[in-house]
C-alpha cells in the first residue's frame, strides 16, 4: 500500500511539473522557441509573395531551394499586410510543401493599410479592429506561433484621439489603448480559434520612442508571453535610414533579452537601404547581442528580384539578392559563434536604460557608445557591475543618486554624460568633485573629459556620429580605466566595437571595424592573465592577421568591414 501511495504521489508530482512547463510568461500557452543549445535562422514570406508568387508550386520549390541554400530551417508566412488578405487554402497548401521540405512553418500579421489606419492604429476607430479581430483568427486557425510585425503601435493625433488621451500623456494613453487592442483583438480571438497559440510582438528599432509610439515593452511582453526585437541600422551614414551606428544592434538585443527576462525570441533585420556588408553586420551584432533567433526580413526582399516597395517611406530594396549573397556566405560562422555564445554570460560596462521612459537629448546615445570600443553591459536595471555608463536614459532610475555616490566612495570607474551631471543636484555634483566653475567652462559641444581617475564626462550633441571625431588618445585612457576591472584594454580607434563573454573555463573577445580602412588594434591582458587566441574572423580566414603576440598582448589588424573572435580556455 505504501508504495502504491508512493507511486501515485510521483505521478501526481510528475504531471505538475508538465503543467508548469506549459504555462506562458503571459496570456499565451508556451512558444516553442529554439533550445539554448542551438540558434536558428529564420525568414518572413510577405503575403505578396504568398499571393502573388506562391500560388504557382514551381515558385514554392524555387523557395525551398533558396531556404535551404541560406541555412534557413523556420518560416514565418504571412496572412496579412497592406490591406492583403491570403486565401486560407493557397496558406495551407504552402504550409504542407514547407514542411515537407523540414521546414517549421509558422504565421505572420503585418496589420498595415487598412482602411482607416495606413500603417498605425487609431485608437478612436474601434469599428476598425474588427478587421485585426478577423485577421488574427485566421492566423491562429493555421498557426500554434505568431509574429506580429511593427505596427502594433500608433502615432495618431486626430481630434478623436485627442479627446481619448484627455489629460494623460500620449505614452500613458497610447499603451494603455495598445495593451486593450492587443487583449481584444488579437490574444483573445486567436485564442479562442485555437487555444495552443502563442503570439509574439515585435519591437521595432527606434528604441528610443517606444512610450510615447504606445509600447510598453514590459507589460506588451507579458500580455502576449513574448517579444521579438527589430535589430536592423540600415547603412550608417545615409540620413535617410536614421544614421543609426552598427552596434545598435546588438545594444538593443541585450536590452531586450534583459527586459523581457529571457522572453525575447530573436532578432529580425532587413536590406532596406543597405548594402551586403552592412547587411551581414546587422547579422553579426545580433548574435553578439545574445540573439535566440536570427530572423532575415523577407523572401521578397532577398529572395527574388522583383520585391516590391517598403510601405513605410516607399522604401526601395536595392541590394536585396546581393545582401542574401553576403548572408550565405557568412551563415556557416555565424551559427559556429552563435552556438558558442549560448553557454557563456556577456559581461561589460553598465549602460542601462529605463522600460517606457523616453528621452529627448541622448535618445539614441546608447546604440552610439559601443562604436568607441566600450564593452558595454544592455540593461533594464541598475545592475551590479564593475564599471557603469550613466546617460540620461539612466536617469529615471530610482536610487541614481545613491548610485553615483556610492561609486565615487569605492571608486568605480564611471563614466557619466555632460547632459546627466546638469540635472544632478548640486550636492552630488560637489561629492564628484565637480565644481561650477568646471561646469560652465568652455568647451566643444562633444568631448571626453578625465575629472579624475576614476571619472570621466562625455558630452554630445545633436550629432552623435561627431563622436567618432574624438581623439584615439583619449579614448583608449578612459576605455583603458574603464575596462582595468575586467583584466584587459582595448587601443583602438573608433568605429571599433569591442564585447565580453565569460563562461567557467572559457572566455571570449570580438573585436569589429566597421570602417572602410584597415585598422590595428592591441589587447593587454592585465593581472597576469594570458593572451587569448585568434579562433575565427569575419567575412573570411583572410580578414583579421595577427601582427605580433606574446604571453599577455596581443596585436591585430583588422580589414575594413571585418570581425575578430579570440577566445581562451
Not at 535 to 555: G, I, K
Request: hydrophobic content about 40%; charged content about 25%.
Amino acid at each position: 500500500m505504501r508504495f502504491f501511495i508512493i507511486n501515485v504521489l510521483i505521478l501526481i508530482f510528475t504531471l505538475l511539473i508538465a503543467l508548469i512547463g506549459k504555462c506562458g510568461l503571459g496570456h499565451g500557452a508556451e512558444v516553442e522557441m529554439p533550445a539554448r543549445k542551438s540558434v536558428t535562422i529564420a525568414c518572413t514570406c510577405k503575403a505578396e509573395s504568398i499571393i502573388d508568387l506562391f500560388s504557382r508550386e514551381s515558385e514554392r520549390t524555387k523557395a525551398i531551394a533558396w531556404f535551404k541554400d541560406h541555412g534557413v530551417t523556420r518560416v514565418y508566412l504571412e496572412t496579412f499586410r497592406h490591406g492583403r488578405f491570403a486565401d486560407e487554402d493557397l496558406l495551407q497548401a504552402v504550409k504542407r510543401d514547407f514542411e515537407a521540405a523540414g521546414l517549421d512553418v509558422q504565421g505572420a500579421i503585418c496589420p498595415t493599410n487598412t482602411k482607416v489606419w495606413p500603417l498605425t492604429a487609431c485608437q478612436s476607430k474601434i469599428e476598425e479592429h474588427e478587421l485585426l479581430k478577423k485577421v488574427s483568427e485566421r492566423t491562429a486557425k493555421l498557426f500554434d506561433l505568431i509574429i506580429l510585425d511593427d505596427f502594433i503601435s500608433t502615432s495618431c493625433t486626430c481630434k478623436l484621439c485627442t479627446k481619448l488621451k484627455a489629460d494623460r500623456s500620449w505614452g500613458d494613453a497610447r499603451s494603455e489603448f495598445q495593451l486593450e487592442l492587443g487583449r481584444k483583438y488579437i490574444l483573445e480571438p486567436g485564442q479562442a480559434v485555437n487555444p495552443n497559440v502563442q503570439f509574439m510582438v515585435k519591437f521595432p528599432c527606434w528604441y528610443e520612442k517606444y512610450y510615447q509610439a504606445g509600447y510598453d515593452v514590459l507589460r506588451d511582453t507579458e500580455l502576449y508571453g513574448m517579444s521579438y526585437i527589430g535589430t536592423e541600422t540600415r547603412e550608417p551614414d545615409d540620413p535617410a535610414g536614421g544614421r543609426r551606428p552598427q552596434t545598435q544592434a546588438s545594444w538593443i538585443q541585450g536590452w531586450a533579452n534583459d527586459f523581457s527576462q529571457g522572453h525575447c525570441g530573436g532578432a529580425w533585420f532587413d536590406p532596406l537601404g543597405t548594402k551586403p556588408e552592412t547587411f551581414v553586420e546587422q547579422a553579426r551584432q545580433s548574435v553578439l547581442g545574445g540573439a535566440r533567433e536570427i530572423l532575415i526580413h523577407s523572401y521578397d526582399y532577398l529572395g527574388t528580384d522583383s520585391p516590391g516597395i517598403a510601405v513605410h517611406g516607399n522604401g526601395k530594396v536595392e541590394y536585396g539578392m546581393a545582401d542574401a549573397a553576403a548572408f550565405q556566405k557568412e551563415k556557416d560562422s555565424l551559427l559556429l559563434l552563435a552556438n558558442k555564445l549560448v553557454d557563456m554570460q556577456p559581461r561589460g560596462i553598465l549602460l542601462a536604460k529605463q522600460p517606457n521612459k523616453d528621452v529627448a537629448r541622448e535618445a539614441s546615445l546608447n546604440g552610439f557608445l559601443p562604436m568607441l570600443g566600450l564593452p558595454v553591459l544592455p540593461a533594464a536595471s541598475l545592475k551590479e557591475t564593475p564599471a557603469d555608463i550613466l546617460t540620461l536614459t539612466s536617469g529615471s532610475f530610482d536610487g541614481l543618486h545613491e548610485r553615483i555616490l556610492d561609486n565615487c566612495k569605492i571608486r568605480k570607474p564611471t563614466l557619466i554624460t555632460y547632459n546627466l551631471l546638469l540635472e544632478l543636484p548640486n550636492d552630488v555634483r560637489e561629492t564628484l568633485g565637480i565644481t561650477d566653475e568646471w561646469m560652465n567652462r568652455d568647451r566643444p559641444e562633444t568631448f571626453l573629459e578625465i575629472v579624475h581617475d576614476n571619472l570621466y564626462v562625455l558630452g554630445c550633441g545633436r550629432d552623435l556620429w561627431q563622436l567618432m571625431d574624438l581623439p584615439q588618445e583619449t579614448i583608449d585612457t578612459v576605455r583603458g580605466a574603464m575596462t582595468a576591472p575586467f583584466s584587459l584594454k582595448l587601443q583602438a580607434p573608433t568605429r571599433v566595437s569591442f564585447h565580453l563573454f565569460t563562461a567557467s573555463n572559457h572566455q571570449l573577445q570580438a573585436v569589429e571595424n566597421f570602417n572602410n580602412k584597415p585598422v590595428r588594434v592591441t589587447l593587454t591582458w592585465l593581472d597576469g592573465h594570458n593572451a587569448s587566441e585568434l579562433t575565427q574572423s569575419f567575412p573570411n580566414s583572410d580578414a583579421v592577421r595577427v601582427v605580433t603576440q606574446n604571453e599577455n598582448s596581443l596585436q591585430l589588424e583588422l580589414a575594413p568591414r571585418s570581425l575578430a573572435i579570440l577566445e581562451s580556455f
